[in-house]
């Protein structure tokens, strides 16, 4: 069941942000996680939101921003003291 939720929750932030970044009028690209390549904001469409793993864009004062999904973080498992 959380799994499902988790999909679920991913899959609406990505329309919001999405819609969002048009609204806006802002040039996008993201990560499609199937074909694993990056596709622009003109090829989007309702149906590739499941499949989205990274959405970038970039505002007007030309920052770059990103929201990537599902991402592990390697841990250091064993600490190596420096002396």
Do not use: C
């Amino acid at each position: 069941m959380r799994n499902l939720v988790g999909s679920m929750a991913n899959e609406k932030l990505t329309r919001v942000v999405i819609s969002q970044l048009q609204v806006l009028k802002l040039k996008f690209r993201y990560y499609n996680k199937v074909s694993k390549t990056w596709l622009v904001a003109n090829d989007y469409t309702i149906n590739h939101a499941p499949e989205i793993r990274s959405i970038q864009w970039s505002l007007k004062s030309d920052k770059k921003r990103q929201i990537i999904y599902n991402l592990t973080v390697s841990i250091v498992v064993r600490l190596i003291p420096i002396l």
